[in-house]
T-cell receptor
């Protein structure tokens, strides 16, 4: 079954510095991967998704992620962090019989220091 | 487009009572809806898959008699937490897949915070 591992439960960066949130997937076949963001007491917002069209995926708010099959990784990056980026980030992989179920990584809480 | 709502946004109930949470797709038809549970400072755990007009399928370890799911129409799924106890307190989030959409694309509701006293 497909699963994702988020290696860091907490990441702290200073405003204006780069962000790297790590995600590794387990299956040899990965039809798609997603990154979602959840701000405190808010719902989930889709940041970006990989659907095998292009390995470098650009999302909203300046985030992007690169699918690397050789490393089974789909790390989320942003060149310059803003205070408003402070939130919980989830890497998500579809699973189940038809890949229509979403399985969430454990999440990474991003803290942005002034 | 592709908006999913949940009602109520938060609910407080007494132990032993039942609580119903609604999940609606506002501008699209959803053949499949999903229910997730999120404990404080934890990730989301898929509880069950709800298919319109048929019985829900539950993930391993989720009590189907405890968490009743009904998907009566293409725009509405309900989750009823029966005989709620304090350990059922959690953030419940639903998502919906569009009828003619991509198989692996889901739209999430804003969540319902349940507190059982």
């Amino acid at each position: 079954a497909q699963s994702v591992t988020q290696l860091d439960s907490h990441v702290s960066v200073s405003e204006g510095t780069p962000v790297l949130l790590r995600c590794n997937y387990s299956s040899s076949y990965s039809p798609s991967l997603f990154w979602y963001v959840q701000h405190p007491n808010k719902g989930l917002q889709l940041l970006l998704k990989y659907t095998s069209a292009a390995t470098l995926v650009k999302g909203i708010n300046g985030f992007e992620a690169e699918f690397k099959k050789s490393e089974t990784s789909f790390h989320l990056t942003k060149p310059s962090a803003h205070m408003s980026d402070a939130a919980e980030y989830f890497c998500v992989a579809p699973g189940g019989d038809n890949f229509n179920k979403f399985y969430f990584g454990s999440g990474t809480k991003l803290n942005v220091k002034p | 487009g592709a908006v999913v709502s949940q009602h109520p946004s938060r609910v407080i109930c007494k132990s032993g009572t039942s609580v119903k949470i609604e999940c609606r797709s506002l501008d699209f038809q959803a053949t499949t809806m999903f229910w997730y549970r999120q404990f404080p400072k934890k990730s989301l755990m898929l509880m069950a898959t709800s298919n319109e007009g048929s019985k829900a399928t539950y993930e391993q370890g989720v009590e189907k008699d405890k968490f009743l799911i009904n998907h009566a129409s293409l725009t509405l799924s309900t989750l009823t937490v029966t005989s709620a106890h304090p350990e059922d307190s959690s953030f419940y989030i639903c998502s919906a897949r569009e009828r003619r959409g991509l198989a692996n694309e889901q739209f999430f509701g804003p969540g319902t915070r349940l507190t059982v006293l």
